[in-house]
């Protein structure tokens, strides 16, 4: 039932330490998934990539640009990189709303 094994620098022959060992491994390999499109927010806002926003308004990031052109949709220009307010794009979607007609 005891079994050797090499462990972050020690020898660890109790199956038990061993097993829980793993249930941390996996617990911490979830919380990266969980956290992997995690963006802090920055004064009250969150800003997200050229790529992000596409797929959030379900277009591509060539309609993206061409949004961008027309003036409407704004965004931040940060050493070649451009990113968009996750408000702006929901404004957008907003202001473009049709309702059903009955």
């Not at 620098?9 to 109790?14: A, F």
């Not at 491994?25 to 990266?32: H, Q, T, V, Y």
């Not at 004064?43 to 790529?51: A, E, M």
Request: glycine letters at 4%; charged letters at 35%.
């Amino acid at each position: 039932m005891e079994k050797e094994e090499w462990k972050s620098g020690m020898m660890v022959e109790d199956e038990q330490i061993l097993d829980f060992i793993r249930e941390i491994d996996e617990a911490i390999d979830k919380a990266k998934e969980t956290f992997k499109d995690y963006r802090p927010l920055f004064n009250g806002n969150r800003w997200i990539c050229d790529r992000e926003a596409a797929e959030f308004l379900k277009v591509s990031r060539h309609t993206l640009f061409a949004y961008r052109q027309k003036g409407l949709l704004p965004y931040a220009l940060l050493c070649g990189k451009i990113l968009y307010r996750e408000r702006d794009l929901e404004k957008l979607l907003q202001r473009n709303y049709v309702p059903a007609q009955n």
